[in-house]
């Protein structure tokens, strides 16, 4: 017989998955019962389950067209970040150059800078460069991340040099040197900022809030908050809307897990 | 310059450039021009005006500010110990051989690859006064029925919990790393001199934990300071203000008031508060952080 311990070790387990998981089963649950009967409050079957909110929202919002937006806006950003802050990374720990402290020091300036001080001006930058409402305009502040460079940088500094100024013998430049011997090596880091990447850029709301008008143009998070001011109480709507939203995370999340749990981790160990 | 000089000055702009562009159009330009407007008044339409620091000694005897700050330290207060207390549970359940602990570890930390945005309409429809899940729950039980975002007392505790619920897991992961890298034999060592799981927790794990509590509690405050999207989906930082945050604050001053000077302002002030505080964190790590 299991000892109490064992058990009252499960049951928690059990409560704490039941605590993180009800929420999801509800709002699947929610998106599926005819409107007029959730006012009654919660039931746990669903009497005559129905796909109508779907179909509702399919008709208030170009979702497919917005699921698609997120997930190629989220993927681009990922993939500047990862170049640019790769490039950076090398030239910091393999280049010489006067300066060099003084312009790393600038990078992590900016690092600091968060979002809400950047958003009025650049805001307004920009609407003087007549790029508001546009896919430019969404992706631009997440060229380049000084989080990103600074993690790869760090992950460049601990290769030994050895590999490169063997290589450098061999007669490989720096560009070899970078694309075949650095990158191949610190993956697990690319790893860290591409997750950090893209999950910063598909759960980005202030951003998109501040800068698209166009549904077309609108990324999942802000889609779905422009249908609660549209349905105040058309739970149903909102919810199956919310289901649309988590559903493609949810796929990325379930083939990639170990990566992004281990990207996360990462972070926190000194 | 020797040619030698020039082809690695060469390198250095291949290298940084495509970085150090984006940074200085996105990141560097925003950032001076923010500071240039918070000494004016400016309404995004028509030419600025030079106020000097007029919108900081405005903003600084300004009630309003005083409470969106009030406000968000609540936040900061509620979430932080909810939290840290339930990630460091989690991870120390998990911290065993078990069967399905993959599935568990994947269930508590699905909320945090959950949009903000679809995490707060969920626990606003959770939360719905008469018609969600957690009122009629606490009517069966018997228990009172708060009004959550619908009363002035309880909308900022539902964001907390909102919020709470869903960062559970990254802490949790962040705790998880931070139990495996003790070693194993601190821990033996500890019982082997007598002491009972309850001593060995406070004595040996929690110190040796230090460095991941101190990460998550830096991480936490900078995210709690600018605690946005959550409020302006649940509560709009209502009702009646009660839930209102600096940077919701900001957003209105800017996009409803036409205030962006006093907005930008507020920003600055609010990036000097979460630079204090995380100044003050680092400094004082020294008396409880052990790096081992």
């Not at chain 2, 919990?161 to 495996?180: E, H, R, T």
């Not at chain 2, 821990?187 to 460095?211: H, I």
Request: with cysteine; net charge positive.
């Amino acid at each position: 017989m299991p000892s109490l311990r064992t058990v009252s070790r499960w049951a928690a387990v059990v409560l704490g998955a039941a605590i993180m998981l009800v929420p999801f089963v509800w709002t699947v649950i929610t998106s599926i019962t005819p409107n007029g009967s959730l006012a009654g409050g919660p039931t746990l079957v669903v009497k005559d389950p129905t796909l109508a909110a779907y179909r509702e929202l399919l008709d208030a919002l170009p979702m497919w067209r917005i699921a698609l937006n997120s997930l190629w806006i989220a993927a681009a950003s990922t993939l500047f970040q990862l170049v640019t802050g790769s490039m950076a990374a090398y030239g910091f720990a393999r280049l010489a150059f006067r300066g060099k402290g003084l312009v790393f020091g600038l990078y992590l300036a900016t690092l600091m800078v968060p979002m809400q001080v950047l958003v009025v001006p650049l805001f307004i930058e920009m609407k003087t460069l007549n790029l508001q409402d546009t896919y430019l305009s969404l992706l631009a502040p997440s060229i380049a991340s000084a989080f990103g460079v600074f993690l790869l940088r760090q992950a460049v500094e601990s290769l030994p040099r050895d590999l490169d100024e063997a290589a450098t013998i061999d007669g490989a430049g720096h560009l070899r040197i970078f694309t075949t011997i650095v990158l191949p090596l610190i993956r697990p880091a690319l790893a860290t900022v591409a997750v950090f990447a893209f999950m910063g850029s598909w759960n980005s709301f202030l951003w998109p809030l501040v800068v698209i008008r166009s549904p077309e143009l609108m990324t999942l998070p802000l889609g779905l908050s422009t249908l609660q001011g549209q349905f105040t109480t058309d739970w149903d709507v909102v919810m199956a809307g919310s289901v649309f939203s988590i559903l493609p995370i949810a796929v990325v999340y379930l083939v990639a897990q170990r990566h992004i749990i281990a990207g996360i981790a990462h972070t926190g160990i000194k | 310059m020797s040619r030698r000089g020039w082809r690695n000055r060469g390198w250095v702009l291949f290298f940084l450039l495509p970085s150090a562009i984006p940074l200085v159009l996105f990141t560097a330009v925003p950032m001076v021009s923010s500071a240039w407007v918070s000494l004016n008044r400016w309404n995004l339409i028509s030419p600025m005006q030079w106020v000097g620091v007029d919108n900081y000694t405005h903003l600084l005897s300004d009630p309003a500010t005083r409470d969106v700050f009030a406000h968000t330290l609540v936040y900061c207060a509620g979430y932080l110990p909810l939290v840290f207390a339930g990630g460091l549970g989690l991870a120390l359940l998990l911290n065993q051989r078990m069967p399905g602990r993959a599935f568990f570890r994947a269930a508590y930390f699905l909320p945090v690859v959950t949009s903000w945005v679809v995490v707060a309409l969920v626990w606003k429809w959770l939360l719905n006064p008469s018609s969600g899940l957690v009122n009629s729950l606490l009517g069966a039980l018997g228990a009172p029925q708060p009004g959550w975002w619908t009363d002035p007392a309880w909308a900022l505790p539902a964001v907390i919990l909102a919020s709470a619920w869903k960062d559970l897991g990254f802490v949790m992961v962040i705790m998880l790393a931070g139990l495996q890298a003790i070693p194993q034999d601190v821990l033996e060592a500890a019982r082997t001199d007598g002491a009972g799981a309850w001593q060995r927790f406070w004595r040996v794990t929690l110190p040796l934990l230090s460095p991941s509590t101190f990460f998550v509690v830096v991480i936490s405050l900078i995210n709690g300071f600018q605690v946005f999207d959550q409020v302006y989906v649940m509560t709009g930082g209502g009702p009646s203000g009660s839930s209102q945050v600096v940077v919701g604050q900001i957003y209105d001053l800017t996009f409803r008031y036409g205030r962006a000077g006093e907005a930008s302002a507020l920003s600055w002030i609010l990036f000097a508060v979460i630079l204090l505080i995380t100044a003050v964190q680092v400094r004082g790590q020294r008396r409880w952080v052990h790096y081992a």
